[in-house]
């Protein structure tokens, strides 16, 4: 990861602020220097413009998000299927507030025409490429038959991931405990639906 000076930090952590505030269109370099509380000079002599700007702390955001991903989807050669489905979905569930801003910020951009990869692309590449990597594990080693490991990877994702966007992201309150839901959804996984 880039090292950035006292200034340039202070300014990528302004502008992610008026990101979730206000969007791309509405995030102003003046909005940006007063939160950092510099002079928009030093906006564009350190990052030339606001395009380079939301850009590096979009990386510089990314890249954080990245590796606690990763930590959380890790696996050992011996982990169990339902065991690591709960450590990932919990880790996902206990991510902090500023994690959760970083989806919404990803999710926001995805409003904007961008010609570069989206940030909810890579979150999701992430996610999905680790769960894909365990599940491949699995059936070489028989623990799980042969099926296609990606679509595991998908199905999982959008059992895991999308149900805690729904309550973090969108604020959907929970009518029950989630240590009953994340049992549910893996009891479903492995039993199916049918009587």
């Known amino acids: 990861m ?3 000076s006292s200034t340039d930090e202070k300014i990528i952590r302004a502008t992610f602020e008026i ?3 206000e969007g791309f269109t509405k995030a102003t370099t003046k909005k940006i220097a007063a939160e950092a509380g510099v002079n928009e000079v030093t906006i564009f002599r350190n990052f030339e413009n606001k395009n380079n700007l939301v850009e590096t702390t979009k990386n510089y955001y990314l890249q954080l998000f990245i590796n606690q991903l990763k ?3 890790r696996f050992e050669e011996d982990d169990e299927i339902e065991e690591y489905l709960k450590i990932s979905f919990y880790g996902i569930l206990n ?7 970083i ?3 990803a999710m926001e951009e995805v409003r904007e025409v961008s010609e570069k990869k989206l940030l909810i692309s890579e979150i999701t590449d992430v996610i999905l490429n680790e769960l894909e990597e365990f599940f491949k594990l699995k059936i070489e080693k028989g623990i799980i038959r042969e099926v296609n490991p990606k679509s595991l990877a998908i199905m999982c994702f959008g059992m895991l991931f999308q149900s805690v966007i729904l309550w973090k ?4 309150d929970l009518d029950f405990e989630t240590n009953y839901y994340a049992d549910d959804l893996i009891n ?3 039993e199916g639906i049918n009587p």
């Open 71 to 73: 930590e959380i989807f």
């Open 19 to 21: 990101l979730q505030k």
């Open 169 to 172: 992201i969108y604020n959907k």
């Open 2 to 4: 880039n090292e950035f």
């Open 103 to 105: 989806i919404r910020v």
């Open 188 to 190: 479903i996984m492995f």
């Open 95 to 101: 991510l902090s507030d500023e994690d959760f801003s």
